[in-house]
């Protein structure tokens, strides 16, 4: 299925993600059996697949997060196998659970990851206002925010980031119809401004309209629809 | 990630080679002499009479154990060190870990029982015993660590750095113990292993002890590592099948 | 950006964000330290004599300092891992040794917190005395004790945050580490106290020892600690 040649860790040909037989082992389960696929620059390729078909699991190993068992795997010209903590900075990583503290007011939250990441005061009201995230929230505490709002709030401590590899699961998950549009319209943005974006979600229609391509995950494997 | 090619573990039938055989011949040879010299030949000692004969395996046991953490901290270094992270460091660390735990264990129970013929009671606090006993306590802990879940490189780096760590502790813990125990009373006991006379041929069974253990300590050792490889080639060729049956869950849809 | 500042960043961002969880939901306020005087109560109502208690008051605070530990690291983890903000925090590529230094910074000073309210339970619930020597001798002795508990117990807190049967595995490895800790500090806390006869001047050897835990485990800590969380 790829047609690009693979040389270790070198970003070839604008491919942003390629991945070449890789089995992802985890706890003598593997979750990822075989997946082959590339991602080029400035791509919104949709993930789609039943439940446990694997799609978290390849989310999280191109975040550099899980260690790869068999074969060769290149995120943003890292090679993951030899050294997957290179690309971590370089990504953003949005999965089940929001990342966020209970305790904490959005804008704590907000202030929190943007110091970690080095982003100023003025990135973090323009994510704020990008994903629809009103200001008057700001000093609630995420305790008591909606289901929604704390999906927004985890998506504007994402684009504070600034990641050019943008990696989402369930994006869409707990958003209403406003929130789902004003996620797609980030999403544009964030393309256009040249990161490229997988996301996993259970929204085919909306999923299908919003990306350029999509994979079908299914045992572990990855086919191209 | 060890790479083991899946035909070489089709050949391996058990753990043994003639080596271990060699070995393990050896070891009993050893030990058997061990114990007949230590419970028949040996003379009693003036002032403990037959009790002194637990030194025999009471000191043996005590000297392999601190080896046996020696080998898991060596191995656990190189396994961080080296450039390829070979799994056969990792093995080693466990294994020795394993057999260690074993015998600070033995010492443990030959040490007091030792304690409880010569002074009279099964427990001193003194520095000696009470560093051995939280070594014991340690590496309890070190297997726990080997036994959380993860990827089998995710347990090779934690039990090695928790490893690296109890170097780093045991010292502290030594040092701690005897300073507290100097402020205090000096325990007025006998010293079971200083006290004691020893003529030509106790000397040399206490030596033949020590030899014969760390036979049995190499020869568990390398059957425990080598079983641990078996574990995970087995591991290895489950995959190959639990992949396949993995990308057939896609297939049936 | 040089790393120096980076570092001092993450730190204190991860410090504010502990403290200020703790001020708002005040868990150890509300329910470790309550549980740490029960334990002094507890040890009253076990000993039932004013002499042993006057005698062992040192070490009965250190004690339930570490089974306070035990609990304020178990909850100062439960805020990373609840909501996956520990994934999250290994994504974005922060130094985890400076998380690690902010995370341990912080249980530090909850721990002194606690360990102001035990002593003030000796004096009040065990009628120990100290002199003026002794104060300032307890004073160090507080400090660098809560210090060394502090990294100990963030970088074990780490290993174990998420595992399973965390709840019996931290005090597994974490009890027996600080040994030298309960060791050294009770001593110490005996000389400033003058239980037993104690003579105030011998605590200070006691506190180098902490100094010397602090240091070590600061170090293997903040070395230690990403190798030991990451996957």
């Known amino acids: 299925m790829t047609n690009g040649k693979l040389i270790n860790g070198k970003l070839i040909n604008g491919k942003i993600v390629d991945f070449a037989d890789v089995v992802i082992v985890y706890d003598n389960f593997p979750a990822i059996a075989g997946a082959t696929f590339t991602v080029a620059s400035g791509e919104i390729v949709l993930l789609q697949g039943p439940n446990g078909a694997g799609k978290t699991t390849l989310l999280r190993a191109c975040a550099g997060l899980l260690p790869i068992t068999r074969g060769t795997a290149n995120v943003l010209g890292c090679d993951l196998r030899s050294d997957r903590f290179a690309v971590r900075s370089r990504v953003g990583l949005l999965g089940h659970a929001n990342g966020l503290y209970q305790d904490l007011t959005v804008l704590e939250n907000m202030l929190f990851w943007s110091r970690l990441v080095g982003a100023t005061r003025s990135d973090i009201d323009q994510a704020m206002s990008a994903i629809g995230l009103a200001s008057r929230l700001s000093q609630t505490?995420?305790?008591?925010l909606s289901a929604g709002q704390r999906r927004r709030c985890a998506l504007a401590t994402l684009i504070v980031r600034r990641a050019q590899l943008w990696l989402l699961d369930e994006p869409h998950a707990g958003l209403d119809a406003q929130g789902r549009d004003e996620l797609d319209r980030t999403l544009r943005t964030a393309r256009d401004s040249g990161a490229t974006i997988i996301f996993a979600s259970h929204e085919i229609e909306r999923a299908r309209s919003l990306a350029t391509r999509s994979l079908t995950v299914a045992g572990g494997v990855v086919t191209s629809t | 990630m060890s790479q083991v090619s899946p035909r070489l573990a089709i050949t391996i039938t058990?753990?043994?080679?003639?080596?271990?055989?060699?070995?393990?011949?050896?070891?009993v040879v050893v030990m058997t002499w061990v114990v007949v010299s230590g419970l028949f030949l040996t003379p009693q000692d003036v002032v403990q009479g037959d009790a002194v004969r637990i030194m025999y395996i009471h000191v043996p046991s005590a000297w392999i154990a601190y080896?046996?953490?020696?080998?898991?901290?060596?191995?656990?270094?190189f396994w961080i060190l080296s450039k390829r992270h070979s799994m056969g460091f990792d093995r080693v660390a466990g294994a020795s870990g394993e057999v260690g735990v074993l015998f600070v264990a033995i010492t443990l129970v030959t040490g007091s029982l030792w304690g409880r013929i010569t002074w009279g009671?099964?427990?001193?606090?003194?520095?000696?015993?009470?560093?051995?006993?939280?070594?014991?306590?340690?590496?309890?802990?070190?297997?726990?660590?080997?036994?959380?879940?993860?990827?089998?490189?995710?347990?090779?780096?934690?039990?090695?750095?928790?490893?690296?760590?109890?170097?780093?502790?045991i010292p502290l813990v030594h040092f701690s113990v005897v300073f507290w125990r100097s402020l205090h009373q000096k325990a007025t006991v006998l010293d079971p292993n200083g006290d004691v006379k020893m003529d030509g041929l106790m000397l040399f069974t206490l030596f033949s002890g020590v030899i014969g253990f760390t036979l049995v300590f190499v020869w568990l050792v390398v059957h425990r590592q080598r079983t641990m490889l078996l574990g995970d080639l087995a591991d290895q060729q489950g995959l190959d099948t639990a992949?396949?049956?993995?990308q057939n869950e896609g297939v049936s849809d | 950006m040089n790393k120096i500042s980076g570092v001092r960043r993450v730190v204190g961002a991860v410090l504010i964000k502990d403290l200020r969880i703790e001020v708002r939901s005040r868990v150890v306020t509300n329910q470790v330290l309550p549980f740490a005087g029960l334990i002094m109560i507890m040890f009253a109502f076990a000993l039932d004599n004013d002499d042993v208690l006057q005698r062992v008051a040192g070490g009965l605070i250190w004690l339930a300092?570490?089974?306070?530990?035990?609990?304020?690291v178990q909850r100062s983890f439960a805020i990373d891992t609840s909501d996956g903000a520990l994934d999250l925090l290994r994504v974005a590529g922060v130094d985890l040794s400076a998380v690690f230094l902010g995370k341990a910074i912080a249980l530090t000073m909850q721990l002194l917190v606690?360990?102001?309210?035990?002593?003030?339970?000796?004096?009040?619930?065990?009628?120990?005395?100290?002199?003026?020597?002794?104060?300032?001798?307890?004073v160090t002795c507080v400090i660098f004790a809560t210090t060394g508990l502090g990294f100990v117990g963030t970088l074990y807190g780490g290993l174990t945050a998420g595992a399973k049967g965390r709840e019996t595995?931290?005090?597994?490895?974490?009890?027996?580490?600080?040994?030298?800790?309960?060791?050294?500090?009770?001593?110490?806390?005996?000389?400033?106290f003058g239980s037993g006869g104690a003579v105030t001047s011998e605590g200070w050897a006691w506190v180098g020892l902490l100094a010397v835990f602090a240091a070590v485990f600061g170090l293997g800590g903040t070395l230690a600690f990403g190798p030991l969380i990451d996957e």
């Open chain 1, 141 to 144: 505490r995420v305790a008591h």
């Open chain 2, 14 to 27: 058990g753990t043994g080679t003639r080596f271990t055989r060699v070995l393990g011949v050896l070891a």
């Open chain 2, 67 to 77: 080896i046996a953490f020696i080998v898991t901290a060596v191995a656990s270094a």
């Open chain 2, 121 to 169: 009671e099964f427990w001193q606090w003194d520095p000696r015993l009470t560093t051995t006993a939280f070594l014991f306590v340690t590496y309890i802990g070190y297997l726990a660590v080997r036994q959380l879940e993860g990827s089998i490189e995710q347990r090779a780096r934690r039990s090695a750095v928790i490893a690296l760590l109890a170097v780093l502790e």
């Open chain 2, 243 to 246: 992949i396949l049956a993995r």
């Open chain 3, 65 to 72: 300092t570490m089974f306070s530990l035990v609990v304020i």
């Open chain 3, 114 to 138: 606690l360990d102001v309210v035990l002593v003030a339970a000796a004096f009040l619930l065990y009628q120990v005395q100290v002199s003026a020597v002794g104060f300032v001798l307890l």
């Open chain 3, 169 to 192: 595995l931290l005090p597994l490895l974490l009890l027996p580490v600080m040994a030298p800790v309960l060791i050294a500090a009770t001593r110490a806390t005996e000389a400033a």
